[in-house]
């Protein structure tokens, strides 16, 4: 149990206190409720932050390559207003039927006709549907550190192998996202972990890997965020509970 506190001791250094207060403390969610839906669902507003990097526009053809439970859906449903198709996608079975409630209770009627909720492996959209998005969310799976602290069995089975695992994990969904990327379009990758190996390590291997993409400035952060050397981390000890959410934005050159 005490590797999680150790690995993140040398991680934060001095920071590293009160941020461990902060990510025992609340998190600060907001109400979405959009106009005709029947459900209101609430968000950390750093997730919404993350949603709203990726740039969706009417009519743009989207991918939600790890969505369930949805609260990130909600957000890019809202940037497409109907226009365009949004595919929500998830391998888990049991989070995809949150998935289809969220998004049939939390949408308008109107903004649910161009959605469809698929069960695939992430990692096969590179093969299958190569270039084919203009703008893919990658929320990815990870260690979900403000869970883990808050369960005796998490922080017990939590383990610096873990990190590495999901890490591998996390650069080959991604690479599947770059390739399933048309030329020109955005992506945004993201994840609620606090270890630099889930975050900008990942995005710094894909660049390697992938050198059609390119690094996309993220402009306005919210109050207290820090840049990191590729994207944004947004932790609870510096925006009043918020996160944690790192989020870095890709763009796929069009040559
Ligand atoms: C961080 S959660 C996504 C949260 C969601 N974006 C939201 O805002 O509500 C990661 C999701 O990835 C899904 N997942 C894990 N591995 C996957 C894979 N290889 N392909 C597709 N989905 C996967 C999990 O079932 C989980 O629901």
């Known amino acids: ?18 941020l461990l207060e902060a990510l025992k403390g609340e998190g600060r969610a907001v109400e979405l409720r959009f106009d005709g839906a029947a459900e209101p669902y609430y968000l950390d507003e750093a997730s919404v932050f993350a949603a709203k990097t990726l740039s969706v526009e009417p ?19 809202s940037m497409l207003k109907g226009e ?6 998830d391998r888990s079975p049991d989070r995809r039927i949150r998935l289809s409630h969220v998004l049939e209770n939390s949408l308008p009627p109107e903004w649910r006709t161009n959605i469809t ?4 492996d992430g990692v096969k959209f590179g093969l299958h549907k190569k270039e084919s998005y203009d703008r893919i969310l990658l929320d990815a799976p990870c260690s979900s550190d403000r869970h883990v602290l808050a369960s005796p069995t998490h922080l017990a089975e939590w383990s610096s192998k873990r990190v590495k695992r999901l890490s591998v994990e996390q650069g080959s969904l991604l690479a599947s996202a770059c390739d399933a990327l048309k030329p020109g379009g955005e992506l945004v990758y ?7 190996l889930e975050n900008d390590a990942v995005v710094a291997k894909i660049l390697k890997k992938r050198p059609a993409m390119e690094i996309v400035q993220v402009e306005e952060l919210p ?7 590729l994207g944004v981390h947004v932790l609870p ?9 790192y989020c870095a934005k890709l763009r796929k050159r069009d040559v």
Request: include cysteine; hydrophobic fraction near 40%; charged fraction near 20%.
């Open 84 to 89: 365009g198709s949004l595919q929500c996608n």
């Open 237 to 245: 000890d510096r925006t009043h509970g918020c996160g944690p959410i």
């Open 1 to 18: 149990m005490m590797e999680f506190f150790d690995y993140f001791e040398q991680v934060y250094a001095e920071r590293w206190p009160a």
């Open 117 to 120: 909720v698929t069960g695939y």
């Open 59 to 77: 009519g743009m053809a989207v991918l939600d390559m790890c969505a369930a439970p949805g609260g990130k859906s909600l957000i890019l449903a």
């Open 223 to 229: 109050e207290g965020a820090d840049r990191t050397e």
């Open 190 to 196: 993201g994840t609620c972990a606090l270890a630099p």
